[in-house]
């Protein structure tokens, strides 16, 4: 078998609009679940290619050239809720100009199997983790193409559709390969974050120990790589590809702090000289593992605060407190690593005065990078439900099924109505990255032209974003 995946250009879901304030102009973000995806494929014998329209900006007419080169016998893609419509069309592209049969996966596939299957244009679909399926489906597209009886797969048969929704997880993550990193280009890869060449995207650990209502993570079983099992990837990144910084897309990485300390030390032992960013909390955080991680190279961490409304934060299902917050900012900023503070508006209790006190919050933490979005409702988050029982129709169902029932969903329990939220989350922006000290931060830390590039186009996507808000007044918003 020959497979092409295909990471497309993208455009978000209107509910996440706000994200294209830290969207542009920030670097590329290596398509992680693909590689993995394509390493698991490779792990069968296929041939796999890689296409990252986004980052080479491959236009169709050249990605098509390679298709056709290659000569797959399948194309594939990932399918998410931040933009299912926009991959779809691609999906449509594809297929209507290569008659190749198409296979998706992702979260929004387990979840909507049914409705994404009434596209005409997908033939296979994975319903949960593609490690387990994949082996499967290889053998039966290569043998007969009859795939009854395997699980967690949905594909057409005799005009119609058969779905097995099987869950099926991965319990020792060990045994997944590594990502196919051989089929990008890892030199064209960057955040906001990021402070050397090249870079890549990690990922030690699958589904969340914590109970946020807001987040859909923490229904997925929680599992973790061994600390020599991760240490071997960092390793072959930085001897194989020349991969000196990457971030790890835990949702928690100090989860478990025993697992953080072998990896730090296995860095240190093998005088690995690379730098990293984590997600974490301020509650699984100590000064000896913060101190721990710095030498090991942890240069950034993104902290989830989330409100400084000490209500809101116990509806979110965050166990932590402002002095909590501010104790371990305080400590992180005091020891060199930087710092950036993910915010939540719009939550059910939110007013104009709470969002006021926690973007007065945001600005007096020592935070050098700030992220502010509105809640969004996922479709397998708590919060999603608490949206249900309050009148609102299955949305994410309604969109997957009709591109035409893109809307943003008003905020519910909140005495702020969503376009007031979004204006908030502009005037957030602007507070923040705008002030003099961190301008003059950022200045005083460039050291190429690239560097001052990389500040000065993310500083014009803030100010387009903002200006795409038009003459209303964010001041008469905010209390």
Not at 252 to 277: H, L, P, Q, Y
Not at 358 to 386: C, G, K
Request: hydrophobic share 35%; with cysteine; glycine share 6%.
């Amino acid at each position: 078998m020959k497979i092409t995946l295909i990471f497309t250009t993208n455009e978000l879901n209107p509910n996440f609009s706000e994200l294209s304030f830290r969207e542009d102009g920030v670097g590329y973000i290596p398509p992680l679940t693909l590689l993995t995806v394509a390493a698991v494929f490779e792990k069968t014998g296929a041939d796999v290619q890689l296409l990252d329209m986004d980052a080479e900006e491959l236009t169709y007419i050249q990605a098509l050239e390679r298709i056709d080169k290659f000569s797959p016998d399948l194309l594939g893609f990932t399918v998410s809720t931040y933009s299912f419509h926009s991959v779809l069309r691609w999906i449509k592209k594809y297929k209507h100009d290569t008659g190749i049969p198409i296979i998706v996966g992702g979260m929004h596939a387990g979840l909507y199997a049914e409705e994404i299957m009434t596209y005409p244009e997908i033939d296979y679909l994975v319903t949960s983790e593609g490690e387990e399926v994949i082996p499967d489906f290889v053998q039966a597209f290569n043998k007969d193409r009859n795939f009854t009886g395997i699980k967690s797969l949905g594909y057409r048969e005799n005009g119609g559709v058969i779905i097995d929704k099987t869950a099926r997880v991965v319990n020792d993550l060990d045994s997944v390969p590594f990502p196919a990193r051989h089929l990008i280009k890892n030199e064209l890869y960057s955040n906001i974050l990021t402070k050397k060449k090249n870079f890549t995207a990690m990922l030690s650990a699958r589904g969340c120990p914590f109970k946020c209502s807001f987040c859909n993570q923490n229904k997925t079983k929680y599992r973790v790589r061994s600390a020599q099992n991760f240490f071997a990837e960092i390793k072959e990144n930085y001897e194989k590809y020349g991969i000196k910084e990457f971030d790890i897309y835990d949702t928690t990485f100090t989860a478990n702090k025993n697992r953080v300390f072998e990896i730090c030390k296995m860095i240190e032992n093998e005088g690995i000289d690379v730098s990293w960013t984590i997600r974490s909390r301020v509650d699984t955080v100590n000064e000896q593992l913060l101190n721990t991680m710095k030498a090991a190279g942890c240069h950034a961490i993104m902290y989830g605060i989330e409100s400084s409304n000490q209500e809101i934060l116990k509806r979110m299902g965050k166990d932590i407190s402002l002095e909590k917050i501010r104790s371990a900012l305080n400590y992180t900023k005091k020891i060199g690593i930087e710092t950036l503070g993910f915010f939540m508006i719009g939550y059910p209790g939110e007013t104009l005065q709470t969002i006021e006190d926690t973007i007065r919050f945001s600005l007096e933490l020592p935070l050098d990078y700030a992220q502010y979005t509105v809640i969004v409702p996922y479709p397998d988050a708590e919060i999603y439900e608490y949206y249900r029982n309050n009148g609102m129709e299955d949305y994410w169902r309604q969109y997957t099924l009709d591109a035409s029932k893109e809307r943003k969903l008003e905020l519910l329990g909140t005495s702020v109505t969503r376009e007031q939220a979004g204006l908030c989350v502009a005037e957030a922006y602007r507070r923040f990255y705008f002030r003099p000290k961190i301008i003059l931060r950022r200045a005083a830390k460039i050291k190429s032209f690239s560097e001052f590039k990389h500040m000065s186009v993310g500083a014009f996507g803030i100010l387009k974003n903002l200006f795409s808000y038009g003459k209303k007044s964010l001041k008469n918003n905010i209390h």
